[in-house]
């Protein structure tokens, strides 16, 4: 087993029941053999149209779907997420302060100084002011409530985390931003990411290798560069062209 990765899927198939349903028989299949590695430090790319299994592989990587057979093994503790909207991924009536330590309260083994000492530092990493320590998220702007959902997600200190569609929901220029804070990141803590978007500009940007999904598929994989100059599936240069 290499011992840079960080997480290894094998074989993945993932079932959906439709609600209210009972039975096996009412199952939906949605993800078929499914077979990638992700290594330390690297950021994965994983694109594909709406509908094409991304975001049901991720939240099964993550634990949340139950319906599955192969074998997902993690090779680092505290996997965590990043969502698309960070207004809705924040609660409301809590200030930044609160939301950034509440995943160390979760675990439940830090003291009231370190807490405040790792929320400080995490504001730090991720590019808050101090003075957003008591804001509500409705008092920032878009950048800096991703930014908040970052630092949630980095302050419990995890060697892997899922973006998924993370950037889609900024402007041009926040989003130029955020992509630097995650690429500095990986930089300066060897962070390794799974970054799902539909967006194949910013994949090619900010990506070392990539998993094109067409219908609950991995249809291609290989480094940007290669599988962006190289394509060699039928439906990866489709979605090469209408990036253009």
Known sequence: MSQDLVLQVR???????????????????????????????????????????????????????????????HFTKRPQ?????????????????????EPLRIYGKYGKEEIARRVERTMELVGLDPECRDRLPHQLSGGQRQRVCIGAALIVHPQLIVADEAVSALDVTIQAQILQLIARLRRELGISYLFISHDLNVVYEICDRCLVMHQGRIVEQGPVEELFDHPKEEYTRRLLAAAE
């Open 81 to 101: 997420m990043v969502f698309q909207d960070p207004a809705s991924s924040l609660n409301p009536s809590r200030t930044v302060g609160w939301i950034l330590a």
């Open 11 to 73: 074989d993945l198939n993932v079932w959906y029941r439709p609600s209210g349903t009972i039975g096996r028989r009412k199952r939906r299949q949605v993800l078929h053999d499914v077979s990638f590695d992700l290594h330390r430090g690297e950021i994965l790319g994983l694109v594909g149209e709406s509908g094409s299994g991304k975001t049901t592989l991720a939240r099964t990587i993550l634990g949340f779907v139950p319906d599955y057979t192969g074998t997902v093994t």
